[in-house]
C-alpha cells in the first residue's frame, strides 16, 4: 500500500486505523524504516 505524499494532509486518521501499525506520520517514520520514505514517494513518479 502506498500514500500520495501530493494529496496526503497529514491528518493522522489513518495511523491509528492501521491494524498493524505501519503507518506512520513523515516525520516520526522510525530511523530503520525511513528509506521508505522515498520508496513510497518512487510509487507515484512512474
Ligand atoms: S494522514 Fe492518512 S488518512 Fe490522513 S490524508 Fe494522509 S493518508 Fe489520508
Known amino acids: 500500500m502506498y500514500i500520495d ?4 494532509t497529514d491528518c493522522g486518521a489513518c495511523e ?3 491494524p498493524v501499525s505501519a503507518i506512520f506520520i513523515s516525520s516520526e517514520v522510525p530511523a530503520k524504516w525511513e528509506s521508505f520514505i ?3 514517494a518512487d510509487f507515484f513518479q512512474r
Open 38 to 40: 522515498r520508496k513510497n
Open 5 to 8: 505524499p501530493a494529496t496526503c
Open 16 to 18: 491509528p486505523a492501521c
